[in-house]
């Protein structure tokens, strides 16, 4: 289901799709991420039928502890 471009071509066919509850509720400017694959899939839930990026495990956890950190300030 993952290409080699890292990209998941439907992600509608995916399941376990989650918000994160810091994502602001029903306004649909949400990055949606699935569990349980052995790439980590990330869509944009205005558009939950369209492609989603997938990154390896080791990447998504580097991008999300240094969102943690605050190394990517909100402008």
């Known amino acids: 289901m ?10 509608s ?6 918000k994160s509850s ?3 509720g ?6 949606e991420v699935a569990r349980g694959h052995a790439d980590i899939p990330v869509r944009d839930s205005k558009a939950p039928e369209g492609p989603a990026l997938a990154f390896e495990p ?3 956890s580097a991008f999300v502890s ?3 950190r605050g190394e990517f300030p909100i402008t």
């Open 22 to 24: 810091y994502s602001g």
């Open 26 to 31: 029903d306004q649909g400017e949400c990055l």
């Open 13 to 18: 066919t995916l399941t376990g799709w989650y």
């Open 58 to 60: 080791s990447a998504w």
């Open 2 to 11: 993952v290409s080699s471009e890292h990209t998941v071509s439907d992600a």
């Open 66 to 68: 240094a969102v943690k």
